[in-house]
């Protein structure tokens, strides 16, 4: 069984910034791709950011040049920095980490974007 844990979610006034991290335990081997999704309310689940477990990422055209996914294989931790954040970045945000042919969800940590 794999867990995922989530944290440093909460209230940022616009243009301010926020670090997400999401740690896997559990019955872990190996960590393939990892991760960060976000749902605003009333929208359907959309990827944010993805990193490879060579390092390659890529995002998703609404968050590039503010947002950066790394990761920590050492301690099987997924980061998303968020600068620069607007009020339309408020959502919950879910880590998705792959592990051999399986994908496991975090439960989700609240951003909101408000002044």
């Known amino acids: 069984q794999v867990q995922l844990v989530e944290s440093g979610g909460g209230l940022v006034q616009p243009g301010g910034s926020l670090r997400l991290s999401c740690a896997a335990s559990?019955?872990?081997?190996?960590?393939?791709?990892m991760a960060w999704y976000r749902q605003a309310p009333g929208k359907q689940r959309e990827l944010v950011a993805t990193?490879?477990?060579?390092?390659?990422?890529n995002y998703a055209d609404s968050v590039k040049g503010r947002f950066t996914i790394s990761r920590d294989n050492a301690k099987n931790t997924v980061y998303l920095r968020m600068n620069s954040l607007k009020p339309e970045d408020t959502a919950v945000y879910f880590c998705?980490?792959?592990?051999?042919?399986?994908?496991?969800w975090g439960q989700g940590t609240q951003v909101t974007v408000s002044s």
């Open positions: 998705n980490v792959q592990i051999r042919a399986y994908y496991y």
């Open positions: 990193i490879t477990s060579g390092g390659s990422t």
């Open positions: 559990g019955s872990i081997f190996s960590i393939n791709a």
